[in-house]
């Protein structure tokens, strides 16, 4: 795990940036030059301490050495153009090496704020290159705030599942290994941790977990080489050889660049990584490797990328070239495992039925690991699998092993929050299992696994699609524990088509007939155009194909113009049973964007009629619940009727602010595993004092008792989202705040409650926008226009009679709050019990 000194740092220096750099990759790049800048000076320094001489900064490039931009006798401004300076002409220094010039390579310095550049060195000066593995998982952390290069169809591919991957290919020391599309090289730096950790002495493989195994660890702290496995058992040939057989491409220069930078602070001087376009180029084609591991971008070439010809499979999808390319560019024994969309799994297109076809008759695939639809959010709800690639373990079978993972170790949500389910340790096992049979001669026990399933090839190749979707072939035995009859949705419905469709520019906002699109809105809009209405005889179903949204009807209606389908059932089915049944998570998180087909393949529970009615009953009664609890929570907005009689002041006339100290005053030694809390923005903002972080002692906090909080006061989130406003709970541990945050101190002439609803009011919070968006002043600059907002003050008993009247509205709608959650769990626990999953 991730420690929590390097995590603090990190999040600081973002922080800081936060202001005058909103994007995050400027965040990154200005982080990145600053901790290469800053380690040059540290292995100049030690070079001296051990009687040498410095390498780096020398000659002309002497006073751009670190320790002279941090002399405290330069002022605010001489500083910022020092620095500016240095990091402008570094990629001019002929000391240092090409890999570092490439890094400073068109870098400058984005903003000329003194206190700003100062505050972010400051905190760049802490960190301690002990051992450059420390400042690896430092980078490491901060790559993950990178997330999506969504233009490019590439999405960073989240630790944990590339660890899974590296486990499931067991990369050895003397293969070479080769990430073809290799971002910020995750693939590679996994593969040369597990090495290292498969030749190290401490590594006990029946103890020590995987980063795919962790538990309650927040996404992007989790590091791969929690122990620092060293490779003692590996031989300085095996190491040298190993550096050298760890080689990735890339066409974006940006991501060679941080790749270079992310292998070089893992050990690696002269790291392998090319900008290369693995489609377009055929400078490499005749290049091999013995494992290939990716997660490829998912597009259509675009602007300047023309694959070429020599590909197996003439596509103009860049997921099926990479595929071709993967398979075609392994060793003889090679073995590769390639995240891919859904579309390479079941679509019909020729290009990737003859991919699949060819993956599995020059026996290339192994077998097809499913992965939960949100294993990329909050970037994309692309539903994706694992394609498994062995080349000698394919000749020995004519099967293919399926394993389907439902959860990962985290919630589906954007903010991807630990969980307690993950079938990923399950199913790594599994996987290993069946391995071992090929070696052992014994057969793979089937039944001892969940959701794994074996396929004859030539089952798979019958309808002549090689369709690869697990439900095609699975017996509904071995995924659901259902107790009714099973069938497939296909044999229970037809579809309508509708008369026309009406384009958006002719929807209106009343009329005689709903429209109905594809989008979440039940009712896009109105029309009286008679002739565009479909004609239904009963309740349909409406499914939409680029959303996935469900609705049902029962009233005449037209189409939008966007894509829906009209699903009218048979006798066996009621519509709104139906309806129910797609709502479902089994239904939202499969992927079926755009692939109604796919879903017409789903096998459903077909309960007796009268069953259906009573479930119908049931759950409808549940969602007029909902509904009217959702209408309450979704319209209500606290509001202060403001009379005009009432004096206005300015805000820091009755209300005073104390900032969290800053970075510096919080040092790693200060903090321990327990005792006084450390509380920090997102408690402001998600209202959440349960999850603390950081501690620190009675004495440290006796010492800062200035910054402390206690039940009753108002914080408020002051730096980067500004204006978010808690109020600090009854139950909550002793600590302080950190520099993100504000203490509200009113004075007498302003209840404690009113101040932090009327701070809360869309006219505050308009203003606070307005003073602070404009001038790009977001953090701590931002308390002296904070205090010259205008506030009404009425007196002190009408101030409690406005806070008594809207406390007690938001204990109405909190209610309504619980009655929504009750009762979307009601009907989540009762469709999960028809499907059998209870």
């Known amino acids: ?41 540290d292995m100049d320094r030690e070079a001296v301490e051990l009687g040498g001489k410095a390498k780096f900064f020398t000659g002309e490039y002497q006073r751009y050495a670190w320790t002279k931009i941090f002399d405290p006798s330069l002022s605010g401004y001489e500083l910022v153009n020092v620095y500016g300076e240095a990091v402008q002409k570094m990629n001019q220094n002929p000391n240092i090496p090409q890999l570092f010039r490439d890094i400073f390579k068109n870098a400058f310095l984005p903003y000329r704020d003194p206190e700003t550049l100062k505050s972010f060195l400051k905190i760049i000066n802490d960190f301690e290159y002990d051992l450059s593995e420390k400042l690896g998982d430092a980078f490491e952390y901060l790559l993950s705030v990178l997330g ?86 590996l031989t300085s040939d095996d190491k040298e050889r190993l550096v050298k057989n760890i080689i990735g491409y890339d066409i974006s220069p940006d991501m060679v660049r941080l790749s270079q930078v992310n292998m070089y602070l893992h050990g690696f001087s002269n790291p392998r990584i090319f900008e290369y376009d693995t489609l377009t180029s055929e400078e490499k084609w005749n290049e091999y490797a013995d494992v290939i591991m990716a997660n490829p971008p998912f597009m259509s070439p675009k602007g300047g990328i023309r694959p070429h010809k020599r590909f197996s499979i003439q596509s103009s999808r860049s997921e099926v070239l990479f595929v071709d390319y993967i398979a075609e560019h392994l060793t003889p024994q090679g073995r590769a495992a390639v995240i891919v969309p859904e579309g390479i799994i079941f679509q019909t297109q020729t290009t990737h039925r003859n991919l699949r076809k060819m993956l599995i008759e020059k026996d290339y695939l192994v077998g097809v690991i499913s992965l939960p639809a949100g294993v990329f959010n909050p970037y994309s709800g692309v539903k994706t699998s694992v394609l498994w690639m062995d080349r ?40 290993q299992e069946y391995k071992k049979s090929f070696d052992n001669g014994k057969d ?53 088509t509708p008369p026309i469709k009406i384009l958006k520019t002719h929807f209106g906002e009343s009329g005689k007939y709903p429209i109905i699109d594809q989008s979440k809105n039940n009712i896009a809009g109105w029309t009286n155009d008679e002739d565009a209405v479909v004609k239904i005889a009963g309740p349909v179903v409406i499914f939409g194909d680029h959303t996935c949204s469900i609705k049902y009807s029962e009233v005449p209606f037209a189409q939008g113009a966007d894509g829906i389908k009209i699903i009218r059932t048979d006798h066996r089915l009621l519509p709104k049973f139906l309806y129910f049944c797609l709502r479902t998570k089994r239904i939202e998180s499969a992927g079926y964007k755009r692939h109604f087909s796919k879903l017409k393949e789903t096998i459903i529970p077909l309960p007796p009629l009268q069953v259906q009615e009573q479930i119908v009953t049931e759950l ?34 009755v209300a005073d602010f104390k900032r969290g100290p800053f970075g510096g005053s919080l040092k790693r030694e200060i903090f321990v595993d327990s005792g006084y809390c450390v509380y920090e923005q997102s408690h402001a903002i998600d209202n959440d004092f349960a999850n603390v972080r950081y501690f620190i002692t009675s004495q440290k906090f006796e010492e800062m008792k200035q910054f402390g909080v ?13 204006g978010r406003i808690a109020i600090v709970p009854e139950n909550v541990k002793p600590g302080i705040i950190n520099q993100a945050l504000l203490k509200l101190m009113p004075s007498e002439r302003i209840n404690n409650l009113y101040l932090k609803h009327i701070m809360e009011s869309d006219t505050f919070q308009s203003a606070l926008h307005n003073l602070t968006y404009g001038s790009a002043i977001k953090n701590v600059a931002s308390v002296s226009v904070l205090r010259q907002i205008k506030i009404p003050l009425p007196d002190l008993q009408i101030q409690k009679r406005i806070v008594e ?34």
């Open 1 to 41: 795990m991730l420690d929590v000194d390097t995590r603090r740092r990190i999040d600081t220096a973002r922080d800081i940036l936060v202001g005058k750099l909103p994007d995050p990759k400027s965040q990154v790049e200005q982080i990145t030059i600053a901790l290469i800048y800053k380690f040059m000076d």
């Open 148 to 233: 999506s290069q969504g233009e490019a169809g590439q999405f960073r591919t989240p630790r944990h599942i590339i660890d899974f991957m590296v486990a499931i290919v067991d990369p050895k020391k003397n293969e070479s290994i080769l990430d073809p599309a290799c971002g910020t090289a995750g693939f590679l730096i996994s593969s040369y941790k597990h090495i290292l950790k498969h030749n190290s002495e401490n590594f006990d493989p029946e103890r020590d977990p995987s980063a795919f195994e962790l538990h309650g660890v927040r996404l992007e702290e989790i590091t791969i080489n929690t122990k620092r496995y060293s490779g003692d058992k």
């Open 392 to 431: 000698t373990l394919a000749k020995k079978t004519d099967k293919l092993l399926f394993v389907k993972i439902e959860n990962d170790g985290f919630d589906l949500g954007a903010q991807r929050r630990p969980i307690k389910q993950n079938d990923l340790p399950n199913a790594f096992r599994a996987i």
């Open 444 to 496: 793979f026990d089937l039944d001892k696994w969940q959701d794994v399933l074996i396929v004859q090839k030539s089952k798979i190749a019958e309808n002549d699609d090689y369709n690869l979707a697990v439900e095609r072939y699975k017996p509904t035995q071995i995924f659901t524990k259902q107790k009714w009859p099973m069938v497939k949705l296909d044999e229970v419905i037809d579809t309508i």
């Open 620 to 653: 409808s009664g549940y969602q007029k619940i909902i509904d009217g609890a959702r209408q309450v929570v979704d319209n209500y907005k606290p509001h202060i009727h403001i009379d005009p009689s009432w004096s206005t002041v300015e805000l820091g006339e």
């Open 710 to 722: 206690k039940p009753g006061e108002l914080i408020m989130s002051c730096s980067g989202t500004m």
């Open 805 to 838: 009247q809207l406390e007690e509205e938001h204990q109405l709608v909190n209610a309504n709050k619980r009655l929504l959650e009750t009762f979307e769990q009601k009907i989540r626990d009762c469709i999960a019990s028809v499907w059998g999953d209870k």
